[in-house]
């Protein structure tokens, strides 16, 4: 396993101390550990922060590898939007420790519809924009665990902000969409649904294309239309 997750003369190593491996090396042993249990569910928390990218490479193949074998889940925790292209069928958005969006990785990625991965999806380089142009960055901080805002924990960095924001704290509601995207068929469910029955609503008995929940008063407004565009900021 040592050899697998790319550890050079690993027979030698293994009576190594782990002063002697350098960080990355220490993190290999790690993923080699988890793996060799051949677990049910793996839970990766940032497991490829300290890998080169070739290294990083090498992990992740493994990791499917051993997944389409042995029939494992993977749980990917990170902030590396490369993984998660890369690895994920479904992807649950974090912010202050609440769910902001959840959605089928191609969903999210075409449609981000809160201001929080939008942020995340923007601030990636990207092979296209002009080059050395700055990339966007999502301005403030995450606030401390003992002063969260009341109303929704984004405002205080959202540029779409509203006073319903600072009172309330959005529901995660259900976003149905068309196809096309821009012609809304209908939403909305106060509570998360069942996923296991994809919450087909009884307000339509159209196919519903994917489960995608965010929680924002205003997404609608948010989703970026075919232009681009989305709906104007409030202040600077
Ligand atoms: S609820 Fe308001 S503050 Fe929160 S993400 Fe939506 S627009 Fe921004």
């Given at each position: 396993m040592l050899e697998k997750v790319g550890i050079p003369s690993p027979k030698q190593r293994m009576l190594e101390f782990p002063h002697l491996l350098s960080g990355g090396m220490r993190q290999r042993v790690m993923i080699a550990m988890a793996l060799a249990c051949r677990p049910d569910?793996?839970?990766?928390?940032?497991?490829?922060?300290?890998?080169?990218?070739?290294?990083?490479?090498?992990i992740l193949d493994l990791m499917r590898e051993l997944q389409a074998e042995t029939g494992m889940?993977?749980?990917?925790?990170?902030?590396d939007l490369g993984v998660v292209a890369e690895m994920c069928d479904q992807v649950v958005v974090m912010y202050a420790g609440k769910v902001v969006?959840?959605?089928?990785?191609?969903?999210?990625?075409?449609h981000p519809s809160h201001p929080y991965t939008q942020g995340l999806l923007a601030s990636m380089p990207s092979m296209i924009g002009a080059p050395k142009s700055l990339l966007p960055t999502i301005d403030g901080s995450v606030p401390a665990l003992n002063q969260m805002p009341c109303g929704c924990r984004f405002v205080t960095r959202c540029?779409?902000?509203?006073?319903?924001?600072?009172?309330?704290?959005?529901?995660?509601?259900?976003?149905?969409?068309?196809?096309?995207?821009i012609s809304k068929q209908s939403v909305i469910s106060k509570q998360p649904p069942d996923l296991n029955q994809a919450a087909v609503s009884e307000q339509t008995s159209k196919k519903v294309p994917d489960i995608h929940l965010v929680s924002c008063h205003y997404w609608e407004q948010l989703i970026p239309?075919?232009?681009?565009?989305?709906?104007?900021?409030?202040?600077d």
């Open positions: 569910i793996l839970i990766c928390d940032e497991p490829s922060t300290a890998l080169d990218v070739t290294v990083q490479a090498q889940s993977i749980i990917f925790i990170t902030h969006e959840q959605a089928d990785i191609f969903e999210l990625f075409d540029q779409y902000a509203q006073d319903l924001c600072h009172q309330k704290q959005p529901d995660l509601q259900l976003v149905i969409l068309n196809q096309s995207v239309k075919k232009d681009g565009a989305i709906m104007e900021k409030t202040h």
